[in-house]
């Protein structure tokens, strides 16, 4: 790995989607909280299913990233 | 990548050791744990409702008691009055009854008097007619004398006449 | 108490005679060029020895005290078992029987008498491998967390009398564990009417994530050891999850991946498809998650450290062992949250298998 290879580059980019897709469900999730405090466990384990998703797609790439570079 | 290899004797070790750790946990700890913490939650789910149910059944005999000291009241207060007026009555009866007795008494002794009184004039009657008889008599001896001493022996005489 | 002097009796009596016997003054060059990539992935990968401590003694020689391990190897019929000191660090062929073996990079080949690895176009080793079942370091580890899961809980159970009373010690600090995944993991996500069968696998595969996680945080021995971040480990446990699942999967579960009630035909096919997929992505997440979350934290924390080493400065030592605690604190909610995330997920896809449709 010397320099700045494509993997770099492409890990980074995965990197950027997951986080940016990860941060959305976490923003929706705060503010679907604060409305409705009372089912606030339950939005919580749809949030981290659905993050949990979301990571599984971006570590399926990390891994392919890394196979392939 | 090297990370990425699974490496079959540490998959082979970790399924027995895994395997293994699910068994005896399932065996000695889990199974024992979440009965006796299943226990533990009937034993108090069941003890609440027995407490709630108790409390309920307090209440029931507090309301019941209410009724009944409220009849208790009711019933003494009926007594009360019941008894007073009993008491005005017997009280209104007895001042009636006494009224009469006592106007009674006194209509009889009115009569008893009035008879008494009517006896003693009649005896005061004979009694004068008796002493007029006897004064005319010392009178029509004395006339002769003085008249001085006639009177005396008329006073004299009127003196000892005594009216009772 | 009495348990923690029997379980310590316990390894200084199995450890104390190897101990001495693995220490040795080996003459490398003390003041060799220190290679941070090279640390880092010698402690992430497995090792057939268990490294205790190094130093340097009075005449500069670097003294490594290892706890050698069991070497056990099949190869061509041929069942071997010896000790890893035999090994010598890699710098000795061992011959058993007429094959020889030599170690180099942590991994074990067969070689000629000499020892000689051979290479292809891509630096690729293209001598044979015999079958490692050897007992390497996290092999070792594993044993460890079990032996002390097995303690925690089994001394926790014998408290629960036949009759109930209030949790006291031990017990105190672990039912409010069980209660949690058995309430908010396990009834939570399959329900509680069929969350009893699967509880015992449930809850043992989160306390043994997370004492792993934990046992991989210490850093000296017998700690240190990255199980959890180990792709063979992650992937049983994965493995035993997408088992479990796919077995007591009901007809509807199985009617709504193949046949997806309620969509036209061309779509149906197509759901088909990614659903089948899915079948396969998801224990391969759960697997890939684990390992990448744990070795990543080993990796940021090993980095923060070797800072010190790269610039040869105690000045940047303050500002590592600032960032290297920071980073142990965040590992440590890694460590319960991987283990969480592990088992809701295991528990949510287990969940959606024997879920029945009511309509």
């Known amino acids: 790995m010397e320099g700045l290879s494509l993997t770099t580059i492409g890990l980074g980019l995965i990197i950027i989607g997951a986080g940016y897709g990860i941060g959305r469900i976490a923003q929706s999730a705060m503010e679907a909280m604060g409305r409705q405090p009372e089912i606030s466990s339950k939005i919580q384990t749809a949030m981290i299913i659905a993050a949990a998703l979301i990571e599984g797609a971006a570590l399926f790439a990390i891994v392919v990233a890394l196979m392939k570079g | 990548m090297g990370l990425l290899t699974p490496d079959p004797g540490l998959v082979f070790w970790t399924l027995i050791t895994f395997g293994l750790l699910v068994f005896l946990l399932k065996k000695f700890a889990w199974k024992p744990i979440l009965h006796a913490l299943k226990v533990r939650e009937e034993t108090i789910e069941f003890s609440l409702a027995a407490a709630e149910k108790a409390k309920a059944e307090v209440q029931d005999l507090n309301i019941e008691k209410e009724k009944i000291m409220n009849q208790a009241k009711a019933d003494r207060d009926e007594l009360i009055k019941e008894a007073r007026e009993l008491k005005q009555n017997i009280l209104d009866e007895a001042k009636s009854k006494a009224q009469i007795e006592a106007d009674k008494i006194i209509v009889s002794a009115r009569s008893l008097i009035e008879r008494e009184k009517n006896e003693a004039i009649q005896e005061m009657k004979h009694k004068v007619a008796e002493l007029s008889v006897d004064i005319a008599g010392k009178l029509l001896e004395q006339e002769m004398e003085a008249n001085d001493k006639q009177k005396a022996i008329i006073d004299r005489y009127l003196q000892e006449v005594n009216f009772n | 108490m009495r348990h923690i002097k029997q379980v310590i009796l316990v390894l200084v009596v199995l450890f104390s005679t190897q101990l001495i016997y693995g220490a040795d003054a080996h003459k490398d060059d003390a003041s060799e060029e220190f290679d941070p990539m090279e640390m880092i992935m010698h402690h992430i990968a497995d090792t057939h020895e268990w490294h205790v401590i190094s130093y340097t003694n009075g005449e500069g020689h670097k003294v490594n005290i290892t706890l050698p391990l069991p070497i056990i190897?099949?190869?061509?019929?041929?069942?071997?078992?010896?000790?890893?000191?035999?090994?010598?660090?890699?710098?000795?062929?061992?011959?058993?029987?007429?094959?020889?073996?030599?170690?180099?990079?942590?991994?074990?080949?067969?070689?000629?008498?000499?020892?000689?690895?051979?290479?292809?176009?891509?630096?690729?080793?293209?001598?044979?491998?015999?079958?490692?079942?050897?007992?390497?370091?996290?092999?070792?580890?594993?044993?460890?967390?079990?032996?002390?899961?097995?303690?925690?809980?089994?001394?926790?159970?014998?408290?629960?009398?036949?009759?109930?009373?209030?949790?006291?010690?031990?017990?105190?600090?672990?039912?409010?564990?069980?209660?949690?995944?058995?309430?908010?993991?396990?009834?939570?996500?399959?329900?509680?009417?069929?969350?009893?069968?699967?509880?015992?696998?449930?809850?043992?595969?989160?306390?043994?994530?997370?004492?792993?996680?934990?046992?991989?945080?210490?850093?000296?021995?017998?700690?240190?050891?990255?199980?959890?971040?180990?792709?063979?480990?992650?992937?049983?446990?994965?493995?035993?999850?997408?088992?479990?699942?796919?077995?007591?999967?009901?007809?509807?579960?199985?009617?709504?991946?193949?046949?997806?009630?309620?969509?036209?035909?061309?779509?149906?096919?197509?759901?088909?498809?990614?659903?089948?997929?899915?079948?396969?992505?998801?224990?391969?997440?759960?697997?890939?998650?684990?390992?990448?979350?744990?070795?990543?934290?080993?990796?940021?924390?090993?980095?923060?450290?070797?800072?010190?080493?790269?610039?040869?400065?105690?000045?940047?030592?303050?500002?590592?062992?600032?960032?290297?605690?920071?980073?142990?604190?965040?590992?440590?909610?890694?460590?319960?949250?991987?283990?969480?995330?592990?088992?809701?997920?295991?528990?949510?896809?287990?969940?959606?298998?024997?879920?029945?449709?009511?309509?």
């Not at chain 3, 006291?168 to 564990?177: A, C, D, I, V």
């Not at chain 3, 009834?187 to 997370?210: C, D, Y």
């Not at chain 3, 199985?254 to 149906?268: E, T």
């Not at chain 3, 450290?305 to 590992?331: D, N, R, T, Y």
């Open chain 3, 73 to 359: 190897l099949i190869y061509q019929g041929q069942f071997n078992v010896f000790m890893s000191s035999a090994f010598d660090h890699g710098h000795k062929v061992v011959k058993k029987g007429d094959v020889y073996y030599k170690l180099y990079h942590e991994k074990i080949y067969v070689t000629d008498a000499d020892g000689t690895i051979h290479y292809d176009d891509h630096h690729n080793v293209k001598n044979a491998k015999p079958w490692d079942f050897s007992i390497t370091r996290n092999v070792g580890s594993m044993f460890l967390s079990v032996l002390l899961l097995l303690w925690l809980f089994i001394s926790a159970a014998r408290k629960y009398g036949s009759t109930p009373s209030t949790p006291k010690g031990l017990q105190s600090f672990l039912e409010p564990l069980i209660l949690f995944v058995r309430d908010d993991i396990a009834v939570a996500q399959i329900g509680k009417e069929k969350a009893g069968r699967f509880m015992p696998f449930l809850m043992t595969v989160f306390f043994f994530i997370w004492i792993n996680n934990l046992i991989g945080l210490i850093p000296f021995f017998p700690g240190g050891s990255n199980l959890t971040g180990n792709i063979s480990v992650t992937m049983l446990l994965a493995m035993i999850t997408f088992l479990i699942t796919n077995f007591s999967g009901t007809k509807s579960y199985w009617g709504h991946i193949f046949w997806m009630p309620g969509v036209p035909v061309p779509i149906r096919i197509l759901l088909s498809f990614i659903e089948f997929i899915g079948l396969f992505t998801k224990p391969f997440a759960l697997m890939i998650r684990l390992m990448a979350n744990i070795t990543a934290g080993h990796i940021i924390i090993l980095s923060l450290f070797s800072l010190i080493f790269v610039m040869k400065s105690v000045a940047i030592a303050p500002v590592s062992i600032l960032m290297g605690l920071m980073m142990f604190m965040l590992e440590l909610l890694v460590a319960v949250l991987q283990a969480y995330i592990f088992t809701l997920l295991s528990a949510l896809f287990i969940g959606m298998a024997v879920h029945e449709e009511e309509h």
